[in-house]
């Protein structure tokens, strides 16, 4: 009977593995990606197929019957295996009109907003130039609407970087996962074929100002293509106001102090800057 405490608790542990070995967790039968298919791409049926996956691993309003997104265009791009949501499908189709010309820039993590671009965002441009004598930064166009960017460079997807697990009997895999991006990409833009107008505000110098008269369409590639010239996107509000700038000189903003007063030896035995009153003695 000594040993009866022991062959209870045994038996108690034997009956816990049974029952939650025997407890399937739930799954569901979603729609997910047969393929890497990259943003803008119009779903076929060979693109996409109906997977068994942990309901635990599903957020959004997932689909069941791939017959339902075949025709949809993908707003975001889907890897093999991703699970496609309503909020991955649909979005604004922007089209050029007739005075415009789609222009591409490559721009850096920092200078392109750190892939938080999408399109119909609204941008300005600065070109940031590096001469011998320093660096010079001067806006040169704004009001330019973002047409595309490049996946590889667009921030990350929450829902793609979670890692589904499919289930394929008893044995469950992590699937159609990635946590990385391109540091650098392409934005596409809207540019009007209109010449304009770059202003440099010379007021606050009080001298005249100037202005350039430029074609986007040509400056814009020039630019990109210049090798010491870098180029630097912000994004505008809804309603922004038209601000002018003179562009600022880098090595115009070192100031140093000046030279220190020279002191000039007094009556008295001291030294004091020059130009310092004197005392004076009483007659």
Do not use: C, W
């Not at 973002?146 to 996946?151: A, D, F």
């Amino acid at each position: 009977m000594q040993h009866l405490p022991k062959i209870l608790a045994l038996v108690g542990l034997v009956a816990a593995i049974f029952y939650f070995s025997s407890q399937k967790q739930e799954t569901v039968t979603v729609v997910v990606a047969a393929a890497d298919l990259p943003a803008g791409h119009a779903l076929t049926a060979d693109d996409v197929t109906a997977a068994e996956v942990l309901a635990s691993s599903v957020s959004g309003a997932a689909y069941s019957d791939p017959a339902a997104v075949v025709g949809q265009t993908l707003r975001v791009a889907r890897l093999h295996g991703d699970v496609i949501a309503a909020e991955h499908l649909g979005g604004q189709t922007l089209e050029l009109q007739p005075d415009e010309r789609a222009v591409g820039v490559l721009v850096t993590d920092s200078a392109g907003l750190a892939g938080l671009l999408k399109p119909g965002d609204r941008v300005g441009i600065t070109a940031i130039v590096r001469e011998s004598d320093g660096t010079y930064s001067k806006a040169v166009a704004e009001e330019l609407r973002v047409l595309y960017v490049s996946p590889e460079f667009s921030a990350l997807d929450p829902l793609s970087t979670r890692r589904v697990e499919a289930v394929d009997g008893n044995v469950t895999t992590s699937v159609g996962a990635t946590d990385t991006r391109d540091t650098e990409g392409t934005v596409v833009l809207a540019v009007p074929v209109k010449a304009q107008v770059v202003a440099y505000d010379f007021a606050a110098f009080g001298v005249e100002s100037e202005t350039r008269l430029v074609n986007l369409v040509d400056l814009l590639p020039a630019l990109d293509a210049a090798s010491n010239v870098t180029l630097s996107l912000y994004l505008q509000p809804e309603t922004s106001k038209s601000f002018r700038s003179p562009g600022v000189f880098v090595p115009d903003l070192v100031v140093t102090p000046g030279p220190s007063p020279t002191p000039t030896p007094t009556a008295f035995g001291e030294n004091v800057p020059s130009g310092t009153p004197m005392p004076t003695t009483a007659p």
